[in-house]
């Protein structure tokens, strides 16, 4: 970088106002060159907030605030380019309230450092900033405007007094709640107490816009990749269920309701798109680990609401990339999925969520080469995103090289601490690799964030499964899961399995039939539940139920194996060897089997 520009100016991202040296400076921009950096405080037409109350203008108090440490998302001590462009964004729009957005254009410098952080400064940043919490700008505005707009000199002491406390819960972002202690509550307090005073439009008018951008930022959050939905506040969990909080979505849209309510007025187009996508978005976190059928019913609701919305808002990247996920992936149509991927990336080239749902499609699909050029595209767009580096730990993981899994599944834990799913992944490859204390370790660290996560318990229960061979522990922490959500078929499956390994046989069968009630597209179920069947000599059931795994997984070899040896141990000889000919298995027991069974046919030759 040879050059780096910083204006912070009203309208400065027009630049030209008429003096000859803003003109050239203007008209070198218009030609500006690979090496050069141009930060710029406001877009077209917005003014660039200045205050006494924070020394300067709010864009030059965000970018140095964000110097001294706090644009270091990933706490590594190094400020890359795409950390204090998007801190800028998101603080200065946020503590604007949506009345001024900085352009930054960082070229091909988005990867490079920017600055080396003190630990000191951040430090003392990070504490001054806490002690004081964020500068309400607007509440700033509205204190310097004269009484002709809309503020009266004359108030009573009680109504000065809620209009603090309106102030303080506005800045502390309680906007709705709690309900005797949020924004909206001390200004129905307000109402009450003086309805005349002229102050109540500008107060009102600061309460819609917090609303309006509460709402606009959890969109923000999803597209910057901070995906609030997945990380559970202790303080506040709400409902969850599968690590996820179900209130996220349903909380934004409560948010708009009141927004409306408050201005009596119809919601614009483009609130109008947020507001279907929230529901969608909604509507399918409530879905998950429900049972089936209602599982279903709630993803039909949001591809009506989708399909609506792309009637409306074809303009829109969000609505495309979300539904290629509701779409296309709900439906496991990958070819919809990606062109719906694909115009989400034609309208926003430099959004990386979509190229990582292109590589997710292309992994489902087992197109591994596609997958990664997508993924690291991805990586590129934006280097904090956990989910394609997640992508990527899949990939090695389904080819069982959980060594090189667990490398990615580290680096998207250290880019976001609170993603419970990195964490349940680091955790579980552990366990494949054979390192017992640190699997432990990492399931411990997973509990602390969220206790209500069935992963845990699962992990736990394949460990003592499978690592430790001790079946009642096994059973155990499998049902713990269960607890958690009892709407999982493969949990009882994994019940069933460790129930057949000890001869438990119908427990087993009561537990493979509960799983296959809630999930009949498990074929592990069928298979598992056939096996309870055989040790009962319920030989037609059995392979009935084998048959049924077949028909579910043919690429699942392993099924027709199964159904072959039962074949060969109920005496049904050409059967079995038909079957397990036909498999394509050939291992030392499946040559061995078909060999006995040909010498018990009389066919020397072929043994």
């Known amino acids: 970088v040879n050059v780096i520009l910083i204006f912070d100016a009203c309208r400065s991202a027009t630049i030209g106002m008429g003096a000859d040296g803003i003109r050239k400076v203007s008209e070198y921009l218009e030609a500006k060159r690979n090496g050069e950096i141009l930060m710029v405080a406001s877009s077209k037409g917005q003014e660039a907030l200045e205050f006494t109350e924070i020394g300067h203008g709010l864009f030059t108090h965000t970018l140095l605030s964000g110097l001294y440490g706090l644009a270091d998302r990933n706490n590594d001590g190094v400020i890359k380019g795409f950390e204090i462009s998007a801190f800028l964004e998101e603080q200065v729009a946020t503590q604007s309230?949506?009345?001024?957005?900085?352009?930054?254009?960082?070229?091909?410098?988005?990867?490079?450092?920017?600055?080396i952080v003190d630990p000191e400064a951040k430090a003392a940043i990070s504490k001054s900033t806490a002690a004081a919490g964020n500068v309400d700008v607007i509440a700033a505005v509205s204190s310097t405007q004269p009484a002709a707009q809309g503020r009266s000199a004359s108030a009573s002491p009680e109504f000065i007094k809620l209009e603090e406390e309106f102030h303080k819960a506005l800045a502390a972002g309680r906007l709705t709640k709690p309900e005797n202690g949020s924004a909206l509550h001390w200004y129905n307090k307000l109402l009450t107490t003086d309805p005349t005073n002229e102050r109540l439009d500008l107060i009102k008018l600061d309460l819609a816009a917090a609303l309006l951008s509460a709402a606009q930022q959890v969109l923000l959050n999803d597209i910057s990749g901070i995906r609030l939905y997945t990380r559970i506040n202790p303080a506040n969990p709400g409902e969850r269920r599968n690590g996820y909080n179900l209130r996220y979505y349903s909380d934004a849209l409560l948010l708009l309701q009141q927004y409306t309510t408050l201005t009596k007025s119809k919601l614009d187009e483009e609130t109008e798109c947020l507001q279907s996508y929230l529901m969608a978005r909604d509507l399918i976190i409530n879905s998950i680990g429900l049972k089936q059928e209602e599982e279903k019913a709630l993803e039909q609701k949001a591809r009506q609401v989708l399909e609506n919305a792309l009637a409306k808002c074809g303009s829109k990247a969000y609505i495309h990339f979300a539904a290629g996920q509701t779409l296309g992936f709900a439906l496991e149509n990958q070819q919809r999925a990606r062109a719906l991927f694909r115009k989400a990336s034609q309208l926003a080239p430099n959004w990386s969520f979509p190229y990582n749902s292109i590589g997710q499609s292309f992994r489902l699909a087992k197109q591994l080469d596609s997958a990664v050029f997508y993924y690291q595209k991805a990586i590129k767009l934006n280097p904090l995103d956990v989910f394609p580096v997640t992508g990527m730990g899949y990939i090695h993981y389904n080819k069982a090289e959980y060594e090189k899994a667990l490398g990615y599944f580290l680096q998207a834990y250290r880019k976001d601490t609170l993603q419970i799913e990195s964490i349940a992944l680091v955790a579980d490859c552990y366990r494949l690799v054979g390192k017992?204390?640190?699997?432990?370790?990492?399931?411990?660290?997973?509990?602390?964030?969220?206790?209500?996560?069935?992963?845990?318990?699962?992990?736990?229960?394949?460990?003592?499964?499978?690592?430790?061979?001790?079946?009642?522990?096994?059973?155990?922490f499998y049902r713990q899961a269960i607890k958690m959500n009892p709407y999982i078929g493969y949990l009882y499956r994994r019940v069933a399995e460790v129930q057949n390994s000890t001869g438990d046989f119908e427990s087993a069968m009561n537990s493979a039939l509960q799983a296959i009630e809630l999930d009949p597209s498990d074929a592990f179920a069928y298979s598992t539940l056939a096996f309870s069947y055989e040790k009962q000599q319920l030989n037609e059931?059995?392979?009935?139920?084998?048959?049924k795994a077949i028909e579910l997984a043919p690429s699942q070899a392993g099924f027709a194996v199964d159904k072959g040896y039962h074949l060969y141990r109920i005496g049904k000889y050409q059967e079995a060897f038909d079957v397990l000919q036909k498999s394509n298995v050939r291992n030392a027991y499946t040559t061995q089997v078909m060999a006995e069974s040909c010498l018990i046919l009389g066919k020397l030759a072929d043994a």
């Open 541 to 547: 059931l059995a392979l009935e139920n084998f048959d």
């Open 97 to 115: 309230r949506n009345k001024q957005f900085p352009f930054i254009d960082f070229n091909d410098y988005k990867s490079s450092t920017f600055a």
């Open 436 to 476: 017992t204390d640190q699997f432990l370790a990492w399931l411990k660290r997973g509990v602390r964030l969220d206790k209500t996560y069935p992963d845990w318990y699962e992990n736990l229960g394949r460990y003592y499964q499978f690592n430790r061979q001790m079946p009642d522990s096994a059973v155990y």
